[in-house]
């Protein structure tokens, strides 16, 4: 089995009576020690993702698997990038709300709904990725990028309890003022988080 990192194919090879399991074990502990991350990986050009498949291929024998191809990346950078996806998406979101919340007041709720479910998926990803790209603020004052983020996803979930039980109930009405007002509102100061994300991270030591 042949391995690449980033493109560009390595000297060794796997053999012999090895799980892909193993070697992809061996090889994110040494990238590890090497200060960086393994962000994707590749059996014969196809993702590794998670799901019922994902165990069957990594204990199949290497010499069933003709590539492994390994997207590496340091982890600053990393965290960077993740920090850009996620107010890349906020922003995008933030111009969705009212245009979303008109949809469901002139009752075009089969579009509607659709919308809405990508729409609050979207809203994970941000957080979740604000999340990840912050974790590394020491940080613990009421006012550091940390802590007002997980005081930003504290109140997104009641805003999100709301929309789901008036999706429940079928009232669109009270669902358009959720997306339009309150959502909308919060993501407008979550911009603020960001900026403050950014600034905290920038004066973080470079290892």
Do not use: C
């Not at 060794?12 to 090497?34: F, H, K, M, N, W």
């Not at 245009?99 to 994970?124: C, I, T, W, Y």
């Not at 999706?167 to 900026?195: H, N, P, S």
Request: proline share 3%.
């Amino acid at each position: 089995m042949k391995i690449s990192l980033n493109g560009l194919d390595l000297t060794r090879t796997a053999e012999g009576d090895q799980t892909v399991e193993q070697v992809l074990s061996e090889l994110r502990e040494e990238i590890r020690r090497s200060g960086k991350v393994i962000t994707q990986v590749a059996l014969d050009g196809r993702p590794l993702v998670n799901g019922w498949q994902r165990r069957q291929r990594l204990a199949s024998p290497v010499s069933l698997v003709q590539r492994l191809d390994l997207t590496v990346e340091e982890p600053q950078r990393l965290r960077d990038q993740t920090l850009q996806d996620a107010a890349a998406l906020m922003e995008r979101l933030h111009r969705q709300a009212k245009p979303l919340g008109r949809k469901f007041r002139v009752g075009d709720e089969v579009a509607a709904n659709n919308e809405l479910a990508s729409f609050l998926e979207d809203l994970k990803l941000i957080m979740s990725g604000l999340d990840l790209s912050t974790r590394s603020i020491v940080d613990r004052s009421p006012t550091s990028a940390r802590q007002r983020l997980l005081d930003s996803a504290g109140q997104l979930l009641p805003t999100l309890d709301r929309i789901y039980r008036a999706q429940a109930r079928g009232d669109y009405t009270a669902i358009a003022d959720e997306v339009e007002y309150d959502l909308r509102d919060q993501m407008a100061g979550w911009k603020d988080v960001v900026a403050e994300a950014r600034r905290s991270l920038d004066s973080l030591p470079q290892v």
